[in-house]
């Protein structure tokens, strides 16, 4: 099958990543063709908007999509978020984060578990003012039923999926009463479809502090946008830090994928950039295109590179980023 992949480099080690990426789905048996679309700061300067329409269209037109990172400043006048903005416009509503133990020294083993993040509405859904001549800043917290039964319903899917047997509803509804409540009822009723799957509910600082202690117990984690956030980026510490690890945003009509990881400024040029959460991210892609060979072609490639050691710095390896690109299509 012919697959239009749209590469979106962005800022920073983005393009370097991306590149190292592109490389790797040329060595795999698949027959695909690329088209590229900017994003981010460097947009921004050269064309005035970090988020382009031409780039929303792309990405519509496209089978799928691999998005590097953005340099995302604070405090630019008429600049905003353009990966919550694609987000949102593109209604990529789930943000699937698996956390699996690495072959690696750095990594705890018998860890295995997906987050699935909400990822269009919460704490993120832009709506922001400022009162009282710039001393009170309020930030809204939107939670709908439409949002959280689409976001719950698919972590039990996968779940279902992927042979796992429980999901954790993580929440904060004792003091949120009113949006976290409304998520957890929703989760509550759409729990009653899947009586094959166990459902525990878990608050959220609760969930930060298990995933430290025993983040073994975890098979599905599904949670609002900032909970997501920030749980996702932490339980990823165990399992090889941010060089490693991915993520797919993944909506009713489109689906981009992109590691965990910023821009990295300091890494830059000094081919210290761990493709490697990338290519996990690219393996996603696969998956999600139905491509399981090739995605688990990539994956064992990319295990044996972690294994016999033939990694970055960031990983206590002594190559550099595209050392462990050919690597990687070697072992492919
Ligand atoms: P970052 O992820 O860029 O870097 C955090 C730390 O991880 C740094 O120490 C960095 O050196 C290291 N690191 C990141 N990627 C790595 C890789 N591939 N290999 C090895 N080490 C790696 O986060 P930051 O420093 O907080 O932010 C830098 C910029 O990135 C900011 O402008 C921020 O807004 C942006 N950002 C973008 C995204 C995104 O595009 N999705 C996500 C997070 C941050
Ligand atoms: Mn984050």
Redesign the pocket.
Known sequence: MNYKICLLP?D???PE?IACAEKVLRALPLDLEFTRAEIGFGAYERLGTPLPDSTLEKIRLSSATLFG?????PAITGYFSP?VRMRQSLELFSNLRPCRSIPHSSSRAGIDMIIVRENTEGLYSGIERIEDDGNRAITERVITRKGSERIIRKAFDTARQTGRKSVHVVHKANVLRQTCGLFRTVALEVAKEYPDITMYEMLVDTCAMELVRAPEQFEVIVTTNLFGDILSDEACMFVGG??VAASGNIGADAAVF??????????VGTG????I?TFLATAMMLDYLNEKESAERLRNAVETCIADNES?P?LGGNLTTSQVTERVIGKI
Do not use: F, M, R, Y
Not at 69 to 73: A, E, F, G, N
Not at 258 to 267: D, F, N, R, T
């Open positions: 962005g920073g080690i983005g990543v990172s953005v340099t995302t400043p990966v941010l060089g992109e590691p965990v990881h910023g821009s990295a400024p300091p890494l210290k950039a761990n493709p959460a970055t960031d």
